[in-house]
């Protein structure tokens, strides 16, 4: 089966085409241009998916050495995401499957993450999952490609999120994380004792906001004209430290209450080099393997969303159409009519 992806939950326009779950081509567009304005601006986010989806998913096919007329399904991010970006996404998926009588896989993007690291390599189930990006934060323990567990979420800010405000408390311009990450690298973890928040709670859900505002008050009474230059690879790894503790003992908390051979970290923050090489530590000792995807299949992308919808529908599985479901051109067409 030949599967047209297409993601547009956020500031990525991404299309991919995968032939038999082995991905053929993925091409990703960033919006580089909301780094001026200090964070996504929605509407500003689905003018640039309107321009880029067509070129992009050309460029997919291209790239692929296929045509449209080889494609057997269109698998799209359904939620979650801003709504705006989300919708033009799905339209032009529509558009496409009324035009060619092609059915539709819609999916949910943290559902992609949260399989993105069986695109390289065949994950034995059950394994638990630490999904962490500048919008979610979350662990599952994940049974099949249609059967998963909430183990536990963040009760507010993300861990990307914290990244992204606590950088730009130091000076950092958006997006934060990848700064934070660089500079960790030139400093003292242990130069300032921010909170572990929620460490020692009895589930396995994270805070975040805490850290942001213990790194303001601590700036603004410390420091009147910021922090200086000198100081900030400090603060970056003292940051850095305090997330990615946090993440890598609940993971391997609930990996070992679960059992598992295996834990994977997806999302945008799977990129961070502090937390792919503490997490692979942690689960060494405890005997289990870690597996985080390669750089592009951590950010937001299409690859992963035609990955999962191809995983879907050869699960035959009763709990399939409980989240996501196969809609025919016919069926499209009846429902407008």
């Known amino acids: 089966m030949t599967i047209l992806a297409i993601e547009s ?15 053929l081509s993925n091409v990703i ?26 070129n992009l998913t050309e460029e997919a096919l291209i790239q692929a050495g296929k045509t449209i007329n080889q494609i057997d399904a269109i698998a799209v991010t359904r939620e979650p995401g801003l709504i705006g970006a989300l919708v033009v996404g799905s339209n032009f998926a529509k558009g496409l499957a009324l035009r060619y009588n092609l059915p539709i896989v819609p999916i949910n993007h943290i559902e992609g993450h949260l399989y993105s690291g069986g695109i390289e ?28 567990e909430i183990m536990g979420l963040t009760k507010d800010d993300a861990a990307g999120e914290a990244f ?7 000076g950092l311009p958006y997006p934060g994380g990848p700064h934070i990450d660089k500079l960790a690298k030139q400093g003292n ?3 300032y004792d921010f909170p572990r928040a ?15 505002t213990s790194v303001r008050y601590y700036i603004a009474k410390n420091f009147h004209d910021g ?19 946090v993440l890598v003992h609940k993971a391997i908390k609930a990996a070992i209450e679960k059992a598992v051979k295996t834990v994977v970290v997806a999302g945008g923050v799977s990129a961070n080099s502090e937390l792919r090489d503490k997490l692979a530590i942690a689960a060494a000792k405890h005997g289990m393997k870690s597996v985080v995807p390669e750089i592009n299949y951590c950010m937001d992308n299409a690859a992963m969303i035609g990955y999962l919808a191809q995983k879907k529908i050869e699960d035959k599985s009763k709990n399939f159409f409980d989240f996501s479901f196969a809609v025919s051109a016919r069926a499209l067409r009846a429902k407008r009519k």
């Open 121 to 148: 390599k065949e994950l034995e189930f059950p394994y638990v999952s630490l999904v962490v990006s500048g919008g979610h934060t979350a662990i599952f323990y994940v049974k099949s490609y249609n059967e998963y």
């Open 227 to 245: 922090v200086p230059k000198e100081l900030i690879p400090d603060f970056a790894a003292s940051i850095q430290a305090a997330i990615v503790y």
């Open 29 to 54: 567009s960033t919006q580089f241009f909301h780094k001026k304005f200090g964070g996504v601006i929605p509407e500003l986010a689905s003018r640039a998916h309107l321009r880029t989806i067509s």
């Open 164 to 170: 992204d405000k606590t950088a730009k408390l130091l």
């Open 9 to 23: 939950s956020c500031d990525e326009t991404s299309t991919a085409v995968l032939e038999n779950s082995v991905v």
């Open 198 to 212: 929620m460490i020692n709670s009895n589930d396995y859900n994270f805070s975040f906001s805490g850290l942001k």
């Open 189 to 191: 973890s242990k130069a």
